[in-house]
């Protein structure tokens, strides 16, 4: 049943992932697409906006792809925590907790769904499985996976330059 639920878990995270991203990167399902969000990337402070607008959705695809096909272990997840933390910070954090008020609920639980996934593994149901992966991700790797996607998300905010009011 473990590996049913987790087969259930990653599809739902990682379509709706990459469906958030190609809202961003192709204007899909009611997104605005990269020229509208370079805009909204440079008022956040990134710059230059198109390559971090570009950098961030095209992140949510590809994160989402890997965990919605459970193909090679913890980077698809690892990059979805990235992302996710970024936006948390960026965009989320002022507005509190729910997302009635645009607050951090969304990214914190697409976080704790690809920090979650990472040390799970995809369960039997995933192409890991298939192709023979899954034996590669050892907990060593999962946990450095999780480490170089939270410092790669604070590494992004790092280089941000907020506008000054």
């Known amino acids: 049943m473990a590996d049913a639920g987790l087969f259930v878990a990653r599809i739902v995270l990682g379509l709706m992932m ?3 991203g190609a809202q ?13 969000v370079t805009g909204y990337f440079e008022t956040l402070g990134f710059r230059p906006g198109r390559l971090f607008a570009f950098a961030a959705a095209a992140g949510e695809v590809l994160s989402g ?3 919605a096909l459970g193909l090679f272990g ?17 965009v989320h ?26 040390l799970t593994g995809f369960g ?6 298939l192709l023979g992966f899954s034996s590669l991700w050892t907990p060593a790797i999962a946990w450095s996976a999780l480490v170089i996607g ?8 790092a280089v941000r330059r907020p506008v000054q009011v």
């Open 18 to 20: 990459a469906a958030h």
């Open 24 to 36: 961003k990167l192709f204007g899909w399902f009611g997104g605005y697409g990269l020229t509208a």
């Open 65 to 67: 792809v890997l965990v």
């Open 74 to 90: 913890p980077i698809g997840p690892a990059l979805m925590l990235a992302v996710m933390i970024v936006a948390a910070v960026s």
């Open 93 to 118: 954090w002022a507005n509190g907790l729910f997302a009635t008020t645009n607050g951090i609920e969304l990214p914190l639980l697409y976080a704790a769904g690809a920090a979650t996934l990472t």
């Open 124 to 129: 039997v149901y995933s192409l890991d499985t």
């Open 150 to 157: 939270v410092v790669g998300g604070i590494g992004n905010l």
